[in-house]
Nanobody, 130 residues
Framework: QVQLVESGGGSVQAGGSLRLSCTGS????????MGWFRQAPGKERDLVAA????????YYTDSVKGRFIISRDNDKNTVSLQMNNMKPEDTTVYYC???????????????????????WGQGTQVTVSS
C-alpha cells in the first residue's frame, strides 16, 4: 500500500496562492489516477481535483475551475495542487488520495464512490483570510 504525505498547507489572504504537494512511497503512483479532496468539520469529504495516470486528463469541481491546477510528476512520485485566487470558502483540510484505476470514473455530477480511493494522506490545513 502506498503512503501519501502532503505538504504546503498554511495561511494566505484572499486572492493569494498556495501550492500543495503530495509525495508517495511504498508504491509507484504512475499507474493510478490521483486526487485532492477537502473536508470541512461535519461535512463530507469532497473531491476538488483529479488527474489521470498520464497527467493528460483532469477533473475539477466547479467551485475551483479556473483557479486551481492539479499536476503530477510520475518520475518523482508526486502530485501537486496549485491554488490561485483563493477565497475564504477554500478554508479547510485538504487530503491527497490515490485512486484504484488509471482514470477517475464519475457520474454526470462529477461524483464517484469514495470507496474507489484506497490511499489517503494525513491532511494539511489551508486557511484563507478575508
Amino acid at each position: 500500500q502506498v503512503q501519501l504525505v502532503e505538504s504546503g498547507g498554511g495561511s494566505v489572504q484572499a486572492g493569494g496562492s498556495l501550492r500543495l504537494s503530495c509525495t508517495g512511497s511504498g508504491r509507484t503512483l504512475s499507474s493510478y489516477a490521483m486526487g485532492w479532496f477537502r473536508q470541512a468539520p461535519g461535512k463530507e469529504r469532497d473531491l476538488v481535483a483529479a488527474v489521470a495516470w498520464s497527467g493528460l486528463m483532469k477533473y475539477y469541481t466547479d467551485s475551483v475551475k479556473g483557479r486551481f491546477i492539479i499536476s503530477r510528476d510520475n518520475d518523482k512520485n508526486t502530485v501537486s495542487l496549485q491554488m490561485n485566487n483563493m477565497k475564504p470558502e477554500d478554508t479547510t483540510v485538504y487530503y491527497c488520495a490515490g485512486y484504484t484505476a488509471q482514470y477517475y470514473h464519475h457520474g454526470p455530477d462529477g461524483k464517484g464512490p469514495l470507496s474507489e480511493w484506497d490511499s489517503w494522506g494525513q491532511g494539511t490545513q489551508v486557511t484563507v483570510s478575508s
